[in-house]
């Protein structure tokens, strides 16, 4: 029996989304994917089509709609959508920025001559039937981020999608500076790139975990104090185009709590700050749960002012059951679903949301790159569910103030974790489309 929730536009004119036909791209849907047409009248690919648009319409956060159920209030608001209107985002989206793309001294002498993150995507495998990988980029290919050029295209991108700038992970161990080409080349230039920093701060490994097992460089708090961390940024963070809140600049902490006495560093952070001129400083940390040291409360007793939520970290983990799937026998990770991350956080989100708490989307996650028979990875990532989580996270924060009106998104370049908004050769620039879709709506 047909399931009779399936609905859909049916007829010769309906109007529907710019999104919804544009993510069907994400689908890779091919002539082998339809029954042969023997010359019915229903049941064609046309009409296959036409149902996918009904799942896909709900999938991403919307309702279809007869005309007799629409009450148009404003009899002029299709102006909002006229291509020379100028439309500001409802939201201040900031994507994480991996600016591990290039060559340096130390991954050469860790991992060989030339290697870069790129060394891990490119020879991922699958691990079950179907499996996103290798997970390739399409617009921007193999990228080498010590070009200016491809930071300029980056942005370029981003702004299309109504994204405002990324957060740079930042790289310090006891005051060794790594992977900061990208921010510093950036730094040197007159682009119009808003950007802020996240320190690190845990251990380099083998594993790509931030363990204390198989440790590349360590982080030293007896070595250089994190109080100097500070004084190593201020060019940053005084720059005109760092992102800020309420004037002061955004800096993001990532396991605040491995600081030695970190409430009294923090401080002493704020103090530099107002010395060199800065209104302060907005320091917020990520929420990452008890399993990795986080705190729960009390964010000013610890010295900070916000929660930055970082998903899959401090997130429903849901098995995703694999019986169909064709796992590889070698397989010892972990397959979890999207689906259910997704659902879940979107009811959390509908709850009042603390004012000192910025949400956060993931694309994807999926580090079958980095560690091949024992990865985490979520099945079932695609546009259409990303879109309606970004949505209800976007939402949250429509009742802000503008400056506070933050969403963090994992990530924009994370190829080796398969969460990621560029242009990929699996879904093209969906996901960026599904950002403006939500940002311009």
């Known amino acids: 029996m047909a399931d009779r929730r399936l609905r859909f536009a049916a007829g ?9 036909l544009q993510g069907l791209r994400a689908l890779n849907l091919d002539a082998d994917d339809f029954d042969e047409e023997l010359g019915q009248i229903d049941g064609t690919t046309a009409h296959a089509v036409e149902r996918i648009i009904g799942i896909v319409t709900e999938e991403a956060g919307y309702s279809l709609r007869t005309l007799g159920d629409l009450a148009v209030e404003d009899q002029r608001a299709w102006k909002h959508f006229e291509a020379d209107v100028e439309r500001t985002p409802r939201a201040r989206v900031v994507p994480f920025y991996l600016p591990q793309y290039h060559a340096f001294p130390e991954n050469e002498s860790w991992w060989g001559a030339g290697f870069t993150e790129w060394s891990n995507v490119a020879a991922a495998t699958p691990v079950f039937f179907g499996h996103n990988q290798p997970f390739l980029p399409a617009d921007l290919g193999f990228y080498d981020l010590s070009n200016d050029i491809v930071r300029s295209k980056q942005y370029d991108l981003a702004r299309l999608a109504g994204i405002e700038g990324f957060m740079y992970y930042y790289y310090w161990f006891a005051g060794k500076k790594l992977m900061d080409t990208p921010v510093e080349n950036l730094l040197a230039t007159t682009d119009n790139a808003p950007f802020c920093i996240m320190w690190a701060n845990e251990n380099w490994t083998r594993r790509w ?233």
Do not use: C
């Not at 010769?12 to 919804?20: E, M």
């Open 12 to 20: 010769s004119i309906y109007w529907v989304r710019g999104f919804v």
């Open 209 to 441: 975990d931030g363990s204390a097992d198989n440790v590349l460089i360590a982080q030293d708090y007896d070595a250089v104090p994190a109080t100097q961390f500070i004084h190593d940024v201020l060019p940053l963070i005084t720059d005109p185009r760092y992102i800020r809140v309420d004037n002061k600049p955004l800096i993001s902490v990532y396991r605040v709590t491995q600081i030695p006495d970190h409430a009294n560093v923090l401080a002493y952070w704020r103090k530099v700050a107002l010395e060199a001129g800065l209104d302060g400083l907005t320091i917020v940390t990520v929420d990452v749960g008890r399993s990795m040291d986080g705190i729960d409360d009390n964010l000013a007793d610890n010295g900070l002012d916000a929660f930055l939520e970082f998903a899959p970290h401090n997130r429903q983990w849901t098995a995703q059951p694999r019986e169909h799937l064709g796992v590889e026998p070698r397989f010892e990770g972990n397959i979890l679903s999207y689906a259910a991350m997704a659902s879940d956080s979107e009811l959390q989100l509908r709850k009042p949301l603390d004012d000192h708490r910025y949400p956060g989307v993931m694309v994807n996650f999926d580090n079958t790159a980095r560690r091949q028979w024992q990865p985490d990875l979520w099945y079932g990532s695609n546009p259409y569910t990303f879109r309606r989580w970004f949505n209800s996270a976007v939402s949250a924060v429509s009742e802000r103030e503008r400056d506070h009106r933050i969403v963090f998104v994992n990530a924009w370049n994370e190829w080796a974790e398969g969460t990621v908004l560029e242009p990929s050769q699996r879904f093209g620039r969906t996901y960026l489309l599904a950002v403006r879709d939500v940002l311009f709506r």
